[in-house]
């Protein structure tokens, strides 16, 4: 069993899409008011509208080859992120959150 599809909820649809693809730089696969895939690897990331702001219920993770060189270019452009941290050893992790207040994270294996 391998993880296919990732669905985010959301209210504002263009505003995330924007954040998704302008801001993380994730490229869409399909665009719709209602559907919206990005193409990230093996597993397809969605924004499905019709959410509530500030939700908690999907966590998602994007790996990253440098934790701290994306934090700090996300950062310059606004993106609210915790400190970097090492949940496990080879491990970096820095939390986010995006227009809504979903959480994502980026995560750096070493």
Known sequence: MELFE??????DMDAQSRFYR???GLEVERASDFWTT???GACTFALHGGG???G???????RVDDVERER?????????LGEIRSPAEGVL?????????NPFHL???K
Do not use: K, S, Y
């Open 22 to 24: 302008d801001v993380l």
């Open 56 to 62: 908690d219920g999907a966590r998602i993770v994007f």
């Open 107 to 109: 995560e750096q294996r």
């Open 93 to 101: 992790v820095v939390d986010g959150r995006d227009p809504e207040r």
């Open 72 to 80: 700090q270019r996300l950062l310059g452009l606004g993106v609210e």
């Open 52 to 54: 509530r702001p500030g």
């Open 38 to 40: 990005f193409r990230t």
């Open 6 to 11: 990732v669905i985010l909820t959301v209210d």
